[in-house]
């Protein structure tokens, strides 16, 4: 049973729809009686954790709470490993000082309730079928879409998930750069061996990769990062509001500006036969010179180099990179690194003659 203090439900959007799926997530199948000993257990810690009114020391909770046990060392343990299930579970469970004055040094924990809490949104039931559908469709690495609606309430998750038709990977970032961007909340990580301080505005996914599109401020300019090239853990820093995101997001940046790579400005020359297509995928305003032969030089600003060298292969033998130099020696070594692969390759299918 739990204890006298804590027989309400734990609090959700909808009650008992929340308080039941959780309850069901919880205990992972079949009620062994080991299961549900730990399933009241978290429930109670939820409950004590959301209704503190300061920090519970760990010591604290594991007086408080049953279903711990007395001894000290299988206590920590027990204690991690259900700090960890909720925090899976996207419960938010922060850790802070006690008291710095009567007791500095001493941590303690509990749920900010304007994070646990979502707010209805008021979704009809096709709109909460149609999020339904997507968060099933797309399966993203280390997460489920599903357990995300649970707050929205309804009865869509028991008829199952909906088979999936994509499959994203997932990364340790994405969580709280999702976050950042949702609350419009400065972040902080390290990256290319340089601290950065970046306005978050968009996530976008293409050619397996993540990347984040936002204002560098020590760059003083809108940068891309790729998440999987972070360094660091990302810290959201800043307070929420505290900046506007762009209007022109609404369109995603082609491939050779999806990266973290150090910006540059290549100049590529490309025949008259070929140049109207460069100017119109480039944009108008990249034309640098136009020649009497028809052909175009445009500026073309890189921050994923990879990407604009498939750009340029595209043109096959129609297009040249001009400058800068080292971007042009990077393609030559490049070209000649992919003929001598299919050299080799041809080399090692050729039928030898028999001796």
């Known amino acids: 049973m739990l204890a006298e203090e804590q027989q309400e439900p734990v609090p959700g959007a909808h009650q008992p729809e929340g308080y039941r799926r959780l309850r069901s997530r919880l205990a992972g199948g079949p009620r062994s009686i080991g299961a549900v000993h730990r399933l009241e257990r978290l429930i109670n810690l939820v409950a004590a954790l959301l209704h503190a009114e300061r920090p519970l020391t760990a010591e604290e909770l594991r007086n408080r709470l049953p279903g711990y046990a007395e001894d000290h060392g299988a206590f920590r343990r027990a204690f991690e490993r259900d700090k960890e299930a909720l925090r899976d579970l996207g419960i938010p469970v922060v850790v802070e000082p006690v008291d710095e004055v009567t007791q500095p040094g001493v941590v303690g924990y509990r749920i900010p309730k304007e994070a646990y809490y979502l707010d209805d949104p008021g979704l009809a039931p096709d709109e909460l079928a149609a999020l339904h559908l997507a968060a099933s469709a797309v399966r993203l690495e280390g997460a489920s879409g599903v357990e995300a609606l649970w707050k929205l309430g309804g009865e869509l998750a028991e008829q199952g998930p909906a088979p999936a038709v994509a499959a994203l990977p997932g990364t340790a970032h994405l969580a709280p750069v999702f976050a950042a961007i949702s609350a419009r909340r400065r972040i902080e990580f390290t990256y290319r061996g340089r601290p950065r301080r970046v306005d978050p505005w968009r996530l976008s ?11 560098d401020h020590d760059a003083a300019e809108e940068r891309m990062f790729r998440l999987d090239r972070v360094e660091s853990d990302v810290d959201v820093t800043g307070e929420g509001g505290a900046f506007e995101r762009p209007p022109h997001l609404g369109a995603q940046p082609p491939p050779w500006q999806m990266g973290g790579d150090e910006a540059l400005t290549a100049r590529l020359l490309v025949d008259a036969g070929q140049a109207a297509w460069a ?7 990249a034309v640098e010179e136009r020649r009497p032969d028809g052909s ?24 040249e990179v001009l400058d800068p130099p080292e971007l042009r020696a990077e393609m030559v070594d490049w070209l000649e690194g992919l003929v001598s692969t299919e050299g080799a390759s041809v080399a090692r299918a050729a039928p030898r003659a028999d001796k």
Not at 205 to 215: I, V
Not at 303 to 309: D, I, Q
């Open 279 to 285: 100017t119109g995928h480039v944009g108008p305003e």
């Open 205 to 215: 996914f293409r050619n397996g990769h993540w990347y984040l599109a936002g204002y």
């Open 296 to 319: 175009v030089v445009l500026a073309v600003r890189v921050t994923n180099r990879e990407g604009f060298r498939s750009f340029v292969l595209g043109f096959l033998d129609h297009a």
